[in-house]
C-alpha cells in the first residue's frame, strides 16, 4: 500500500459492502459494475492499475501533454486515494446510479461514464494550461499536480439528474 493511505482498517470498503447488501432495492449492471471495478481497484486485484501506483498513474497534466500519455485521461478517475474516498464516491454513485441508468438504459448510461470520466480529466488539463500559460501563474505549477477519483463525474451526472428532474422527464 502507498505510504498516504491508512492501513489496515479499510472501514470504508467494509461500510460500501453493508451498504449494497442491507439495501434490497435492485442495482443496474453498470452500476454494480463501475463499483465492483473500483473496489476490485481499491484493493489490488487489477495489477495495471495496484493502488501502490497511484502517484504514478493519476491525472497529470504535464505527463498528458508532454509524453503523451493519454490513458491518465481514464485511468485515474477508476482509482481512490483511501477507503473513505471510495466509499463516499461509490456510495454516490450507486444513489444515482440506480436513477440514471434506469433512466438511460444501460448502454447510454455506460457510454455516459466514460465520456464524462475523459471530460474531467480533459477540463483539468485544460484548466492547469489556461492558469500556467495564459494568466501567467505558472507559480501554482498546477501541471504537476495529480488528482485521482470519481468525484468529478458523479457531481456531473447528479446536475444531469437535477435538470432532468426539474423538466419533469425524471421521477
Given at each position: 500500500m502507498p505510504q498516504n493511505r491508512r492501513q489496515g482498517s479499510n472501514y470504508g470498503v467494509i461500510l460500501l459492502l453493508y451498504t449494497l447488501f442491507a439495501n434490497n432495492d435492485y442495482l443496474p449492471p453498470v452500476t454494480l459494475g463501475a463499483i465492483v471495478l473500483?473496489?476490485?481497484?481499491?484493493?489490488?486485484?487489477?495489477?495495471?492499475?495496484?493502488?501502490?501506483?497511484t502517484y504514478q498513474l493519476c491525472v497529470q497534466p504535464s505527463r498528458i501533454l508532454n509524453k503523451g500519455e493519454w490513458w491518465r485521461l481514464?485511468?485515474?478517475?477508476?482509482?481512490?486515494?483511501?477507503?473513505?474516498?471510495?466509499?463516499?464516491?461509490?456510495?454516490?454513485?450507486?444513489?444515482?446510479?440506480?436513477?440514471?441508468?434506469?433512466?438511460?438504459?444501460?448502454?447510454?448510461?455506460?457510454?455516459?461514464?466514460?465520456?464524462?470520466?475523459?471530460?474531467?480529466?480533459?477540463?483539468?488539463?485544460?484548466?492547469?494550461?489556461?492558469?500556467?500559460?495564459?494568466?501567467?501563474?505558472?507559480?501554482?505549477?498546477?501541471?504537476?499536480?495529480?488528482?485521482?477519483g470519481f468525484s468529478a463525474i458523479d457531481l456531473r451526472r447528479a446536475r444531469g439528474k437535477c435538470h432532468q428532474h426539474v423538466r419533469g422527464g425524471m421521477r
Open positions: 473500483q473496489v476490485a481497484i481499491y484493493l489490488g486485484f487489477i495489477p495495471p492499475l495496484d493502488p501502490s501506483n481514464l485511468a485515474p478517475t477508476l482509482m481512490h486515494g483511501d477507503d473513505m474516498h471510495l466509499y463516499f464516491n461509490m456510495v454516490s454513485l450507486l444513489w444515482k446510479g440506480r436513477r440514471l441508468e434506469r433512466h438511460l438504459g444501460s448502454k447510454r448510461f455506460l457510454l455516459t461514464l466514460v465520456i464524462f470520466s475523459v471530460l474531467t480529466s480533459l477540463t483539468m488539463v485544460g484548466m492547469s494550461v489556461g492558469i500556467e500559460e495564459y494568466a501567467g501563474m505558472r507559480s501554482w505549477n498546477l501541471m504537476q499536480q495529480c488528482a485521482v
